[in-house]
């Protein structure tokens, strides 16, 4: 059985989502119901909603409508990775309306398409530490070269549990293994960031095999082992490389080698213990 930590859902009737123009694919509406159905025929039993980079004035609004969907009967949905802007004044305010929401799971700052410098503001240094105590995880979506700006936030707060999404976002396309591989050992060393076996299928050529994947999958595995791995779909954005049942196929395949232990703490022991679900 499969835990998903990382699924996307699109409503433009409901929510703004600034980004959306500028990727043509992804630019349309990608429905709980139209997951759901897939989802469950491939094992999948449980899901976290991952922001999706909603317009700042609509955070609060996507976790409500995600916890609306998730009250309809027998939902996967079984929280939210929401969005936040640590930068920002108000945030200690947020922080303590989310965790009076028990579907909140945890936050997630998209750092990947922002100046590199954000996360080494003070006051957004300052409100990362504030997790510390709460059980609310903290996303990190980042690029091989702020990989380090990463270490740097898990250092920062040793106490908080970091999650980086997609395996550090490797080029798999450009060939980018060597400029991703020493920096991914290194934020492995620390104890309080868990890997997320995500978004692979989507950073490689349109016609990626699994051989493209496999040495990506063996460094993340060597790095983090697997009692600090866990799996996401980052549906929809896995539309682009082949869809859910072909990135469920590749995993199961990558995972092939692993014991059976392994391969459930990966599938969904690790999700339900760091996220209580």
């Not at 620390?190 to 051989?211: D, F, H, I, Q």
């Not at 790095?223 to 995993?251: H, Q």
Request: with cysteine.
């Amino acid at each position: 059985m499969i835990v998903d930590t990382h699924l996307h859902l699109i409503y433009r009737g409901r929510l703004a989502y600034p980004w959306l123009s500028s990727v043509p694919p992804l630019d349309a509406d990608f429905t709980y119901d139209l997951y759901e159905r897939e989802a469950r025929r491939l094992g999948i039993v449980s899901a976290l909603h991952m922001e999706v980079d909603v317009a700042p004035d609509q955070i609060e609004r996507e976790t409500d409508f995600v916890a609306e969907l998730a009250g309809q009967g027998g939902s996967l949905l079984a929280g939210a990775i929401a969005s936040c802007r640590p930068e920002d004044p108000d945030f200690a305010a947020y922080l303590e309306r989310a965790r009076a929401n028990p579907f909140v799971k945890g936050f997630r700052r998209v750092l990947h398409v922002m100046p590199d410098d954000l996360s080494e503001g003070p006051l957004f240094r300052e409100n990362i530490k504030r997790l510390a105590g709460t059980g609310l995880t903290f996303d990190l979506c980042v690029l091989p070269h702020q990989l380090g700006k990463a270490m740097a936030l898990a250092d920062l707060a040793p106490d908080v549990s970091f999650v980086l999404d997609h395996c550090g976002v490797p080029d798999v396309k450009g060939g980018g293994f060597d400029l991703w591989k020493e920096p991914i050992a290194e934020i492995a060393r620390r104890p309080n960031v868990t890997v997320k076996l995500s978004g692979l299928p989507a950073y490689g050529t349109e016609n990626w095999t699994l051989e493209d994947l496999k040495p990506y999958f063996a460094q993340v595995a060597e790095s983090f082992g697997f009692s600090r791995m866990v799996w996401g779909s980052d549906w929809p954005v896995c539309t682009l490389g082949g869809g859910l049942s072909t990135w469920i196929g590749a995993t199961h395949a990558l995972l092939s080698g692993v014991s059976l232990e392994e391969r459930s703490r990966v599938l969904s022991g690790n999700a339900r213990a760091l996220w209580k679900i």
